[in-house]
């Protein structure tokens, strides 16, 4: 080999020298699409706008702290095991904190549908931040399904034998198998939560990068066009 | 309360009391959050936007 063809450029499209070498490859193209769509100042803002000063706008943010609270007292609960949360005082509290605040979550979640939906909150660009939240209240509805399942007491025994028929009969019993536990606990503490935790963490960044929708009674000034990021 | 709920029955509509009572206290819940003052909220003169 010469050292002509050593030297020669490597076969492939030539890159564009307007751009800096450092700015070409798909790295750059997902940093300046992030910074476009999402920069911190609206991902961690300083600033709200006034219809914010609300208690419905804490609907949602109450469902994260729950969700939090889910997912501590979840992974204790997972470290020490069902004999354990039956058996013992601080077994039965942390179970009790599990269950509590998914019914807190549940509660706040429901409350910040409503207030969602009679805000028209999918306005001005907000339909899949609209759609991500009623995907996380259908998975949420299954996670917390497969928890009722795995409880390992006659109250999970009688769900699961319920329930056998009727996912039977939506043709997906052998899939998904109410009556096997190991299936039910993985998919409780892994799959599930970690569905979940992606699409609240998802549906924070679509809420961030739009901002929280306003008010129907409130005017959108002309300089702020519909579905306009902001 | 180791025993079966009570449960009331309209009709086609079935339903324990504990689940009405819940339901109830979360249309509450949401009126109070519609009227009720929210604390530390202070309006910046002139402006309503967030930029």
Same mark, same amino acid.
């Given at each position: 080999m010469t050292s002509d063809a050593m030297s020669e450029s490597p076969p492939g499209p030539r890159p564009d020298? +307007?751009? +800096?070498?450092?700015? +070409? %490859?798909w790295t750059a193209a997902v940093r300046n699409r992030v910074e476009q769509t999402l920069p911190l100042t609206e991902l961690l803002p300083t600033k709200q706008p +006034? $219809?914010? %000063?609300?208690?419905? $706008?804490s609907f949602g943010v109450i469902c994260i702290a729950a969700l939090v609270w889910v997912v501590v007292s979840g992974v204790v609960l997972a470290f020490f095991g069902s004999a354990w949360w039956h058996i013992s005082a601080v077994g039965h509290f942390f179970n009790s904190v599990h269950f509590w605040s998914v019914q807190m979550f549940f509660i706040f979640l429901v409350l910040h549908l409503w207030g969602q939906y009679w805000g028209a909150g999918w306005r001005d660009g907000r339909a899949t931040t609209w759609m991500v939240g009623v995907v996380i209240f259908l998975v949420s509805v299954v996670t917390a399904f497969t928890g009722y399942l795995i409880q390992q007491n006659f109250d999970s025994q009688w769900i699961a034998i319920n329930a056998k028929d009727g996912i039977n009969s939506t043709g997906l019993g052998g899939l998904? @198998?109410?009556? @096997?536990f190991g299936q039910q606990y993985g998919l409780h503490v892994m799959l599930f939560p970690i569905a979940v935790t992606l699409l609240v963490v998802l549906h924070i960044i679509q809420v961030r990068s739009r901002g929280v929708v306003r008010p129907i009674d409130d005017p959108m000034p002309a300089s702020d066009s519909a579905g306009a990021l902001r | 309360m180791n025993e079966p709920a009570p449960y009331l029955h309209w009709g086609f509509i079935l339903i324990s009391l504990p689940n009405l009572v819940l339901i109830g206290v979360m249309v509450l819940l949401f009126i109070v959050a519609l009227f009720a003052p929210f604390p530390g909220h202070k309006r910046i003169s002139g402006h309503t936007d967030d930029e």
């Open positions: 020298p +307007a751009k +800096a070498p450092d700015e +070409a %490859g +006034a $219809y914010i %000063g609300s208690w419905v $706008y998904f @198998n109410v009556l @096997n | -």
